[in-house]
């Protein structure tokens, strides 16, 4: 099974509004990331998680918290977002994160597709 | 720094074959990774290459490295219409954490 899975498919939130978006997996995979993907561009990386520890952040503004509660499950907090920050948003994972062979092939999930009105 | 670097559109005819072209710059790159996207999804790996293999090849797709000019390209052969989705090249550093920097994606178009 080399599937990550994303709730909901689909979001829609104001700008005053608390909404949160789910990833999991159950591969065992050890490192799980959150990418942001505007229409046209590749994925940028926002958040690495390795043995549910916060690993990487990539300067990413505090209304998105990331949170991982176990090893399969990776959650992202939304609150106060801005317009600007509609876009997809990927969750993957990989065996490892530091360098290691094929472990760090990154497997990503369906999106979260989220509007900010 | 990294770069990795694409073209950004293709059109093939279904039944001929694709060539996606790919360079990047860090010479160190472990592996390189070719991965598809289409409309509204997330992005499906579809194949990866060690950095030092020369090709690799899964059904219909073959993937060569050049590592003295960094060129990394993915040919798909008997392109069928559901193969029109873009495509990512992305490259995987050879220290520290191993993210991914990935190129700006080639639209692949095949038309009946």
């Known amino acids: 099974d080399t599937e990550v899975t994303q709730t909901p498919k689909h979001l829609v939130m104001g700008m005053t509004n608390k909404k949160s978006l789910k990833c999991e997996q159950h591969?065992?995979?050890?490192?799980m990331y959150w990418y942001k993907q505007k229409a046209k561009k590749p994925p940028e990386l926002m958040f690495v998680?390795?043995?549910?520890?916060?690993?990487i952040n990539e300067s990413v503004p505090s209304r998105f918290s990331p949170e991982c509660p176990n090893s399969s499950l990776l959650n992202l907090h939304l609150h106060a977002l801005q317009p600007e920050d509609s876009a997809l948003y990927l969750c993957?994972?990989?065996?490892?994160?530091?360098?290691?062979?094929?472990?760090?092939?990154?497997?990503f999930g369906p999106g979260t597709r989220l509007t900010v009105l | 720094g990294e770069d990795v670097e694409q073209s950004l559109f293709l059109s093939v005819r279904e039944g001929d074959s694709s060539v996606i072209n790919c360079t990047y710059t860090?010479?160190?790159?472990?592996?390189l990774y070719w991965y598809k996207q289409e409309p509204g999804a997330g992005l499906q790996l579809l194949t990866y290459?060690?950095?030092?293999?020369d090709m690799k090849q899964d059904q219909r797709l073959t993937v060569l490295l050049n590592k003295k000019d960094k060129h990394l390209s993915l040919r798909i052969a008997d392109t069928q219409t559901g193969d029109s989705a873009i495509y990512f090249c992305?490259?995987?550093?050879?220290?520290?954490?191993?993210?991914?920097?990935f190129g700006k994606g080639t639209m692949l178009l095949v038309s009946p």
């Open positions: 290459i060690f950095s030092n293999m």
């Open positions: 992305a490259e995987s550093p050879n220290s520290g954490y191993s993210t991914l920097t």
């Open positions: 998680y390795s043995y549910e520890k916060l690993s």
């Open positions: 591969m065992g995979h050890r490192a």
């Open positions: 993957a994972s990989s065996q490892e994160v530091v360098l290691g062979g094929e472990g760090v092939t990154q497997f």
């Open positions: 860090d010479s160190s790159s472990t592996y």
